[in-house]
């Protein structure tokens, strides 16, 4: 049964290298965890091979991102140079420079994700 407040997933990590170096008494000390806390990451640990809590793991689920990290960071990029660039220009320059070839709903949900909206572009600056 689970009581008080869960512990971070860094203080989890440090426990885990303090490990290496030092006992629990010393662990606890420094951390200001209790020592069942302690006992109970470092077991957690030798068991699932992570310190990391179970609903974070569970976020990591299901199909893994189309478009590499390198990949959102040079949209992004291209976005805040030209912010009036459109979705298929977008995709021909992932394609042309990158290599990836994904749709333009993939390159919607990633700069979405990053935080974009879309805006109605006005050309010629002004409606009559």
Same mark, same amino acid.
């Given at each position: 049964? @689970? ?5 971070s997933? %860094?203080?989890? &990590? #440090?426990?885990?290298?303090? #490990? ?5 008494? *010393?662990?606890c ?14 077991? %957690? ?13 569970l976020?990591?689920?299901? #199909?893994?991102?189309?478009? /590499?990290? &390198? ?13 009036d660039?459109?979705? %298929?220009?977008l995709?021909?320059?992932?394609? *042309?420079?990158?290599?990836?070839? @994904? /749709?333009? #709903? ?11 909206t879309m805006k109605?572009?006005c050309? &010629?600056? @002004?409606?009559?």
């Amino acid at each position: 049964m @689970v009581r008080g407040k869960p512990l971070s997933d %860094d203080l989890r &990590g #440090a426990i885990l290298n303090m #490990a290496r170096n030092f006992d629990l008494h *010393e662990i606890c000390h420094h951390t200001g965890c209790k020592k069942r806390t302690v006992q109970r990451v470092l077991e %957690d640990y030798r068991k699932k091979g992570t310190v990391m809590r179970e609903h974070l793991r569970l976020e990591m689920r299901g #199909a893994k991102r189309i478009m /590499s990290p &390198g990949d959102i960071r040079f949209l992004t990029g291209l976005v805040r140079h030209s912010p009036d660039v459109y979705l %298929d220009e977008l995709r021909e320059m992932l394609e *042309e420079t990158r290599g990836s070839e @994904v /749709s333009e #709903a993939t390159i919607w949900r990633s700069l979405k994700r990053c935080g974009f909206t879309m805006k109605k572009v006005c050309l &010629g600056g @002004v409606i009559s």
